[in-house]
């Protein structure tokens, strides 16, 4: 073995190991508070509800365990165990040009990546979303949404595939500039589309109609002078009964979207509050420092890429003889996430801090104390852990901890 093969190999042992000691202390300290429900919360939540958080927090961890185990070991079946190899000798077998043969390489491996996948996606909506009473889906709806899931990511994801492959092919070696902005310019294709285009493919959207909630959103949004194009609501009860709200589309043609599973539950003060919360979010410009990252980041992974694509290396460390753009484009981001692990504790910290200011933003514009009875109810109706493991929150959680979210909430508020 090369030298940056064992380092590859120590840092995928040593993330594996750290996800499942993670969630291994997480399912223990949510097991260990099962017994009784947080002082703060003693009023508004009762025991059956607290435990029934706890195991369904269990079932899901434990499955992320496997989940784990299975991304672990799949990696090391298609780099050291020669999966990568083997798929581009097939893929060479069938085509001479360098990009058809990269298509058919990099179909290959997310054809292989879903099928090892989907047992775990069945497990999760049929057995533990379903034995918790969340799951609303039906196996016909559930393989319809497979296969437009397929269609779509076959739609958007080969040509895009196509076209990155083509500048590393041909544009020499500015090639990773070019393939960002085709990157940046496809993300905000996608995102202006996504609106009109996709989402109607999954769901039904039909306008808001309570006329005290419209007035009260209404008001609210000339408050914190917004704009938006409509205020909608979609049928999420056709496949779970967790409920959410949502912001979509550019500019003017802003729209807001609830999920008619939340508007059933919360008040209209409480929707309220909510959506002052997710207004946060866009007037203190999260959603665009969010997209900042990513674009960044994508330059410097793609930068990255082209350094490690011409060192031999790379590919003899990783076990593939084959010297081909498209097997290192694969190779690269398999083997990335190993190394970018690590970051994940900034990235949800970063998150949480984004999710205070929105809080205080809708602390000042709606009302703190109907915030908090509208989170009250989510953890309760979503069975989110009110307890969950210190380490396992700061390192995943891109929301606060329940019990210190409220905290800040009701010293807002007083
Ligand atoms: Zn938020």
Known sequence: MTAFGLVFLVALILSTALRLWLGARHIAHVQAHRSAVPPQFASDVTLEAHQKAADYTSAKTRLGLVSAAVDTALVLWLTFGGGVQKLYEAAAGWFDGEIARGLVLIMLVAIVTTLVELPLGLYRTFRIEERFGFNKITPALYWIDFVKNAALAAAFGLPLAACVLWLMDVSGGYWWLYAWLVWVAFNLFVLAIYPTWIAPLFNRFSPMNDPELRDRVEKLLQRCGFRVKGLLVMDGSRRSSHGNAYFTGFGNSKRIVFFD?????????????????????????????????????????????????????????????????????????????????????????????????????????????????????????????????????AFYDSHPPALIRIARLQRSRA
């Open 261 to 393: 599973t939340l508007l059933t539950r919360l008040t209209p003060q409480e929707v309220e509050a909510v959506l002052a919360h997710e207004l946060g979010h866009f007037r203190l410009r999260h959603v665009v420092k969010r997209i900042a990252w990513i674009f960044a980041a994508s330059l410097a992974f793609l930068w990255l890429l082209d350094f490690v694509m011409h060192q031999d290396w790379f590919y003899a460390g990783l076990n593939v003889d084959a010297r081909s753009i498209a097997v290192a484009l694969v190779l690269f981001f398999m083997v990335v996430p190993s190394f970018t692990f690590l970051l994940q504790p900034l990235l949800s910290s970063y998150s949480r801090k984004h999710e205070f200011e929105a809080d205080s933003y809708a602390a000042q514009n709606a009302s703190a104390s109907h915030l908090v009875s509208a989170l009250v109810k989510l953890y309760k109706d979503n069975a989110s852990t009110l307890t969950p493991d210190p380490v396992h929150s």
